[in-house]
Each structure stands twice: as structure tokens, then as C-alpha cells.
């Protein structure tokens, strides 16, 4: 080939082909279904139905359950059972039909486990992560309802917090409640957003009382140190961390050019993300360069963080991100998670998210946080 | 992409010292260069000015296809670093020479086309078109420069200089890969 006008000519048109097949194997047509915020919010009411129905008398959540032989999975998490909580108290704020009863049983569950320690400090469990998570489902409720009869309860967490940040701002992961002591070393990729945003709010609620210098100080250390220090790779997409610097900003105080920085690049990450899951397919081709759907949680992880960058975008003309693009990204979480909710005359199946034949109960919180968040950036019908 | 990062690119796709190897060795070497740029940028001024439908018709974010070009790119650095440059036979005669081989397949890369299109969804059609003409327009200034013997030095520097934008081309390849990976 090459020897003649015709040969030379195939050749630039077989370099044009392998030219496409790199384009086309690297970009694929991202799904994004468009839908309106009031398709959003019926899929957040079959999501908290499907939570509310499907909770025990004691307030627990029904944890995991597999569509496929029809069973209860083993098994509970306490940070999602406050996580869940959260999701619940956020979707009462709204107005949406059955959160309200199905919080206060879980917020009892969750009363019923606190730890008493020293120094009139409680604690929801030895995963730090859920008494951040608590506190920030107590705050959504004070808000929504204007009851201050958790007051006390929500400073003796905040106390229990407080008490879990390092000199650095590292969080502590695990504390001994025998020992009412930290576990040397624990850390995790969640539980330092969680806390970030458990203590802001506490600022925001009771803006006298100090509680915004540990939360500053975490903040600070997850901007600047946390990705060296505990996990480089891959990553950490932390969508706790978007609500505590939307709620930092929300205070109102000045986010540092760190904490604008690393905002920006968690904003990339919740994009890069958001493109690449709406790329995958459940069948085709497709379905093999780009695997899976990953977990509901997951992606509504990234709902929650953008809603977050969303928000503080909104209030802090610092934030360098394009608000377009971010609306666009916030709102195709939102159509693919309508489109993956299933439909159901199982309660056990209606209003929930699975992947591979099981959900599990913090499919449904995230799913519902983010699709709530979306409803900012969706059009009425 | 920053302007700067398309300039580069932009440059190093065209790649004028190694275009210029699918010039005639005639003194018309000037004439088909700009003849074969000028048709290069009239088969690509659709591309860009109807980029974003384009991305939209594909469902393909910007961002998207930034990785996507920037793979692209990389490939086809990696491959000219090491091909053997173009030569003007076979060809066209006389002044068709600047469709076949100047226009396609020397200039009318995938790559390029590629570039133009990502360029004019982030920076317009009008932005991409232009830096495309600039680019496009070194190809007929390199080939003002006379014609040398092919064991010379002019030959050797040519050839050094065409591999050497081959190697820049991957670099900017992986910075336009990067850019879309970390956008929003």
C-alpha cells in the first residue's frame, strides 16, 4: 500500500478508522435522561416510601435485601443507619409524605444506642462517622421544625466530635468506648467530611460556642494534608466534604484558596465520574468497555457532592468551576437515578435501587439526598 | 483547554517540517502548500462551526471528548515520532498535488480534526478556526525554504524537527487528556 494515489489514499483512510476506533472506544454517548423536578421528587417519595415501609417497630431499617430469592440480608451499619436518617430528615424538610414518622422511630433507635462518656459527651457507636452523621440529621430537623428540644443532645455530640479532631485536623475513625479513647491510628475516607459537616452546623445552630475552629481545622487538614497523609489513590470523592464547605460558606465565612482548590478538583472528580457512569449501558458492547452500573449509593454520592458545589458555587464567586456544567452533571445523576429506580407492587421492591439483584438501605439514602439536591438545577414541567 | 495548550497542539498536529516531506520537489512547493492548507481549513470550518451540535447529536460532553482527542493524540505522537516521513510520490499531478498527498491524508488527520472540534466547543468556532489557520499557515512558509539534498543537514534538521513536534504532540496529547479528566 503506498505505491499508488489510490494505495495512499487508503492508507489516510485506514488511520482514520483506527483514529475513530481510539475515539470511539475512549467517548462514548453519555445518557443522561432528562427529567423534571417533579419527577425527581416523586422518585425521592417512592424512595423514603420504600424506607418507611419496610422499617421494624424499633426503628431499625430494613439494612439489605436481595430481589432475587426474595430474603433478608444479615447484617447492619450504624453510620448508615444515621445516614439514612439524614436522607429522611432532609426529604421531611420538603414536605415529602411519610419521613417524618419514620425519622422520629429512627431517631429513638438511634437515641436508645448512644454511649454516655466523661464530660457529658455521647456518642452514636465507636464509628465517629455516625455521630457526625446524627448531628447533621439533628440540625436538619431543627431547621425543618424549629424544636430546640434536642439542644442538649446535639451539644453533647458535638462535644464527642470535637473531641475526635487531631492538632492536625485528622478525625479519628474509631473511638474505645470502654476506654473512652481514640483507636490509635484509625482514620477513614468519609468519617473526616462527615465531621467536617456535623461540627459547621453546629456553628451555624449555636454560633457562640467555638464550634467552628475544629471544624475549620479539619477542613484545613482535608484541603491541604488528608489525601497525602491517609489515601492518595484512589482519590477520595468526598461528597461530605462539599456539604460542610457549602455550609461553611453558608455561615457566612471565606473559604481559604486550599479549601476553593480542593473543592474545584472534587468538583472535577464528581464530573469525571457522573460522565463515565452515564456512559455504561446495561447491555451491548458497551456494557463490557465500561463494566457495570455501580452502586446507587454511589452515584448519589455524587448528586449530594455536586449538589454541595452547586450550592457553594451559587454563594462564593471565588469557586472557579463552570456552574453550567456542574448543573448539567447534577441533573443527569438525577435522570439516571429515576431511570434505575424500580417499580414495583412488592413493597420490598418498589421505590428501591439494585445492582445485581440486591439493595441496600444507603442505595436509597443517597439516591434520595441527591435527587432531592437536583431539585435546584431541574425544570418544572 | 487553555488557549495556549490548543496553539501547541494545534502546531504540532500540522506539523509543518514533516508536511513538508509531501511537498513536490518543484517550484511549486509554495503554491500546493497553501493550496493543500487552504483546502485542509475549508473541509474542517464545517467541523468547527457545527461542533457543538456535533458533541450533542453524539451525546459526548466536551470534557469528554477532550479525553478522548488527547488519547488520540498521544497515539499518533508515539506512531510520527518513529514513521518515516512522507514523501511526495505518489501524488496528484501538478497542483492536485495539494489534495493527494498534501491535504489528505498528510494534513486531514484524525487528530487534527479532532483538535479543531474540541477547540471550537471550548473556545468557539471562530477561536479554533483561526489558531487552525495559523497553524496551517507554517506549512507553506517551511516550504519556502529551498529544497536541500536529502543527505544534507537541512534534511537531518527537518527530520529532527518533525519528530521532536511528534514527541511535543504526545505531551500536549496527555495535557488535553488530563484537562478533560479533571473538569467538571
Redesign the interface.
Known sequence: MGTTVRGRVGAGLLAWVGGLAVVAATAHPEGCPTITADEAMASAQAGIDWIAENQAADGRFLYRYDRDDGEVLPGYNYVRHAGTLLALEQAAAVGLDNATPAAERATAFAIDELTELDGDRWAFTADTGGTGLLVAALVEHRRATGSTASDPLLRGLGRFLAGTVTERGAVVALWDLEADEPVAGSRSPFFTGEILWALARLHAEFPDEGWDEPARRISAYLATERDDTERRLPPVSDHWGAYGWDEISAWPAELTDDELAYAERQAGLFGLQVRYESQRRASGLVALTRGPFALTAGVGTLGEGLGGIHRLAERDPDLDVDREDVADRLACVAGILVERQTQSDDPRLDGAWFRQGITQVDDQQHAISALLAATAVLEDP | MTLALFVLAALCAVNAPRSRGALPVTDERGPVATIGGALTLLVLVPVAAFADPLLDL????P???R???G??LV??GILLVGWPMPRPE???PGRRAAL??VA??TL????LA?LVLTAAADHTAVVSLVVLAVALATVPAIAMIPARPPDSTQHRVLDGSARVLAGVLVLAGFGLLFDG????
Request: charged share 5%.
Open positions: 453524539v451525546d459526548i460532553s470534557a469528554t471528548a479525553i478522548a482527542t488519547l488520540l497515539v499518533t505518489p501524488s496528484l493527494v498527498p489528505f491524508p486531514l488527520t484524525p487528530g479532532l479528566v479533571f473538569d467538571v
